[in-house]
Structures are given as C-alpha cells and as structure tokens.
C-alpha cells in the first residue's frame, strides 16, 4: 500500500509541464464520495491522462481515475467517473471564457490533500506547446543539469 508523499502530494501529471506552457494555476476542491476519499488517503489515484472541461457554468474532471476502495464492497464508486470540480464562480467564468475565446487548455496538474485534510487539486490554463519549444525544453534542463554537475565539481 503506497502512501501520500510528504507534503500530501497524491498523483502528479508529471508530462503536463512538458507538453504545455502554463500560464495560470488555480486550487479546486473535488466532489467526491467516501470511498473515493479512503482511495486517494492510501495514495491510489492517476490524473495523467485526465483533463478539466467547463460545460452549463461548471467545471468537471474527466477521465481521472480513482481506484476502488476494497473495504467499501458494494457501496463502491466508478473509478473513472465525472467529477465536479469547486470553484469561486468569478474563476469558473475566467476559465470557460479563456477556453472559447483564446483556445487555452485547463489540465490538472496536481492532486493532494491540503493542511486541513480536504482533497484539493491543482489545474493550470495552457497553452500547448510546438515541438520546436519541446526541443529547447529538452536543451534548457540538459544544460542545468551539466551545470550543476560543472558547480559542483568545481566547487
């Protein structure tokens, strides 16, 4: 049984950063059932493939999954369901407008349970990045890392 990181980290969208530019970050709580709670406390989740949709002034979760709690035997949720994303109603409409109007993409980028225990999940506004960006990202971290490797050696 793998257990939350430290800082309460449950899954992260590692390939997020790498595949887009974001631009703004926002903290949402999740609608979410007991037995998709008591998954996500034994650190089962993945958000890697999922993605935020805003449709009739909401905001959903789709295609993330939250594995089955073993315990909760028939009362059991759908791992793959919608999920109902809490937000202020001012940042709801910021994000539906940036979506039509300038064509932006909102990906989750981090799920985890904040200082007070509530599941929280950390969703970006952005815009995907050309191949060409991918390449110097690629250049960027190569040279930071022959870098410090370089400080260190040299002190």
């Known amino acids: 049984m793998n257990k939350p990181r430290e800082d309460g980290a449950v899954a992260i969208n590692r390939r997020a950063r790498f595949d887009y530019e974001i631009e703004e970050t926002f903290e949402a709580g999740l609608a979410l059932v007991g037995s998709e709670v008591k998954s996500l406390r034994e650190g089962k989740a993945n958000i890697a493939e999922s993605y935020v949709?805003?449709?009739n002034d909401?905001?959903?979760l789709i295609?993330?999954?939250?594995?089955?709690y073993g315990p909760a035997n028939r009362f059991n949720h759908e791992p793959r369901r919608h999920r109902k994303l809490l937000l202020k109603r001012r940042e709801i409409a910021k994000l539906q407008g940036a979506v039509a109007r300038e064509g932006r993409t909102i990906i989750p980028l981090r799920l985890y349970f904040n200082d007070r225990g509530m599941a929280k999940l950390l969703i970006g506004l952005a815009k995907g990045k050309?191949?060409?960006d991918k390449r110097q990202t690629i250049k960027?971290?190569?040279w930071n890392k022959q870098k410090?490797?370089?400080?260190?050696?040299?002190?």
């Open 140 to 142: 960027d971290r190569d």
């Open 148 to 155: 410090a490797r370089l400080m260190k050696e040299r002190g």
């Open 58 to 60: 909401e905001v959903w």
């Open 63 to 68: 295609n993330s999954d939250i594995p089955t």
């Open 53 to 55: 949709s805003p449709e």
């Open 130 to 132: 050309k191949t060409v």
